[in-house]
């Protein structure tokens, strides 16, 4: 990964948001602004192909990268594993061989498997670029980009923000990758949420607090989707009881400075993380982050295409 | 929705044929034919995105909408339910929600609630057109207007006809929208079919008859298709015996009016509503409906543009 | 078909590999070439619509026409068989006539039964040109073609080349178009691998002999996929025992010559027909096969429209 002296990112996967350097974070940030706000489209020296090849269910995720695809003017070839190779027993590996071999330039790819990219990344046959559009219980840098935008654009900094996390954080890829890059960029981090959801290894990154105790004073409430498809017992919570307990009611939206922010990366299960209608409630940023997703892509992307020949 | 003095058609939405006004179908069965009969290709102020929601199976509305997309020039993204959050449990409402987020500006949705449509555009956030692709056992407004072509194109002229509905009225949501449109542009109409599937509501608009009473004198044979699935209990009809009673058999088709027409929504269940060889036969227009309804989807669709900013 | 005295060719349908000549079969594998070294974009005379309607499993096939689609600029549309009409009990015949009524001009086709293509390219209503991408266990004709285009890459003739088919010869569309074409071309043909998947038939192509007997003397093997999916039976051997008696193992690899090349269809059992570690070895055109594939279906396609108004 490099950054151009008049600030342009060029990469050459995006796998872990560990790759990327502040400057390079704040790079992408500022590209994905100007795709917002002026009418850029940039003009690649060829036609490229980008597939889209997910293994896990997604609409944000997976739609939002085909939009910016097409804003940028690139190829699309969607991929359906369920009527795919796949069940002819191929595995990932050859499957990213074959897009490789016929053409493709740029594979996004969501898998369930923590760490799929690396055999990807490390094969000498495979010249596609990988982006990864989430590994398991791993990273899902693309979501972390666009949650630092969308908190970049309401305060202009990172710097000495307070953030809370709250709720499932033990499986959730994006409070991991985020709780990494927002304290190497300067923030102030809590986590909150049920006990058994939350491991030890974070307090390098924050202070475990109650909900009720920081509520006030947080400029950043990131929820996070309790994620049923990755529990294995029954839930140990009732929708009421966790919302009550551990989700955004309207009186706490109430106790909430003016200036703060509600951030989810949705889909939201309404009435359990945050009532139903403050999902869209004026300090929600929930609609606005799936926009800068879009926004955000199409800097990760033509970062990608950047680095490519 | 509006009418310029030129006759360009302008729609914010198309949800039910209810909504347009006589002129406005006029202009709309106009714009397809000359879609239809001259090259147009009409050009747009921006690139616009349309994304295609099926959440029930379809070959022709959907992939005709999709031809007519491209034909237009317009970016299209396809959404498959089974592989999107909607399996996390992700309502329609936030579904489109995030197609809105992430810059589509049309949703052609089919969806098996009826009225599904209604929440949609009446959200403030929600900024995407709608167009209804069938909603449930509702209204089918892009089939309607394809008939309405097919039927003007054969006859220039909608005042006076004869027309006869056979089959499956009430589960057919094609045959509400049509008899309500066809009896306000002046046309007679006729039910025939099975009694248990005839309702007495559809007495304002038209009369109950015996197919044999009135096969030799219809202009226009409407079949509509048995539809087993929307059926709770098993067939109360072997197919030998709904085809000698209520189909168009080769004896029929020889009582008909040498002008007479015969439209089928499809798909055809061959041998039950018609019998397999008359499907391509010169009277029948089921292929052409099929053709008329990418044009007359283009010019549905150039409708909504014309209404966004 | 035709060939014009430049060398371009003019195909109708491409359904069987019996249908085309040797002249035919040349000009597409020097087109594919052509696209492969040079920056040819052919200018079409209007804008095509090509329909990709896969009714089995498939990642190479399937995309590889959909990215040489697009490199020719044509307008794709994906069919998804779990969520069309077919659902609803429409028939092959009738799916394919819908795509023609709504302006589809080519559709790329693979069903599981065998001929499935002849009614289609025989009905007077259907005006759709037909491109088989595998019928049943009948033929597969664009596999054939790259097949040829690989093995004319690496010799620069196929007259006198010594080529040995191995393994499930029976279930393999690929291996029935391959030996009758590359007998027809003045190659000399093999097969090996379990008695019981060779039959009597293939002898007046080729002679049966052992593996061991030829691999120090073949130019090019052939492997083919052991298909799971098409043996009724539980497999009669293991992976292991079909690795060391029919598969290519490291010692069997030593023993061949230095300019032999192998091939294989794939999507490759690793460890069955070829230990893993050989698919990227560099005797291997497997990986080139996938390349050559996309390269031959734009001459493929391009072919076809030739043929179009």
Not at 209 to 222: F, G, N
Not at 265 to 281: H, K, T, W
Request: hydrophobic share 40%; proline share 3%.
């Amino acid at each position: 990964m490099t950054i151009s002296p008049d600030g342009i990112v060029s990469i050459k996967h995006l796998t872990s948001m560990a790759l990327l350097s502040n400057d390079e974070v704040i790079g992408l940030i500022k590209r994905a602004q100007a795709f917002k706000h002026q009418q850029i489209k940039p003009v690649f020296k060829r036609q490229f192909f980008v597939a889209n090849l997910f293994f896990e269910n997604s609409t944000r995720t997976h739609k939002s990268f085909e939009v910016a695809e097409k804003k940028l003017g690139l190829e699309v070839i969607e991929f359906d594993a369920a009527s795919s190779s796949v069940n002819k027993g191929e595995t990932l590996y050859d499957t990213v061989l074959t897009m490789s071999a016929i053409g493709v330039d740029v594979c996004v790819i969501r898998h369930p498997d923590e760490h799929y990219y690396q055999e990807l990344v490390d094969s000498r046959t495979i010249q596609s670029a990988i982006v990864n559009g989430g590994d398991g219980s791993g990273q899902h840098p693309s979501q972390s980009l666009l949650d630092l935008l969308t908190i970049y654009e309401a305060f202009g900094t990172f710097q000495g923000l307070k953030i809370m996390i709250a709720g499932d954080i033990t499986h959730s890829r994006v409070a991991k990758s985020n709780m990494q890059m927002l304290k190497r960029l300067g923030a102030e981090l809590y986590f909150t949420g049920p006990e058994s959801w939350y491991s030890k290894s974070f307090d390098v990154y924050g202070r475990y607090v109650a909900l009720d105790e920081m509520i006030e004073q947080v400029d950043v409430l990131m929820l996070l989707r309790v994620q049923h498809e990755r529990h294995d017992s029954g839930a140990s919570f009732s929708k009421e009881t966790y919302h009550a307990q551990y989700g955004l009611t309207h009186e706490r939206y109430k106790w909430m400075k003016d200036t703060a922010i509600i951030m989810h990366p949705a889909p939201v299960n309404r009435g359990v993380e945050i009532s139903s209608d403050l999902v869209e409630a004026p300090r929600s940023r929930i609609t606005a982050q799936m926009t800068n997703g879009m926004f955000m892509r199409m800097a990760i992307l033509e970062a990608i295409l950047n680095g490519k020949a």
